[in-house]
């Protein structure tokens, strides 16, 4: 997928792994609470961690935008 956002401006690849993995393992629980609903399917707060960093693309991307 990454490869594919390099070929293709308009195409934007959000990367999700740093917000639920570090270096050794990836987690289930945040501090905040559990992040996967079940062993497939993120929960709820999984959820918001992704939109957040949706729409801190989104905010770059209109700020390389306006430059």
Sequence with gaps: M????REND???YVETQQ????D???FSMS???TLYSDGD???RLGA?????????LIVEIERLIVE
């Design 19 to 22: 917000l639920f993995c570090d």
């Design 41 to 43: 399917h993120i929960s």
């Design 10 to 12: 308009s195409f934007v």
């Design 2 to 5: 990454s490869t594919l956002s």
């Design 24 to 26: 050794e393992s990836c």
């Design 31 to 33: 501090e905040d609470g």
């Design 48 to 56: 918001e961690l992704i939109v957040d960093e949706i729409e801190r």
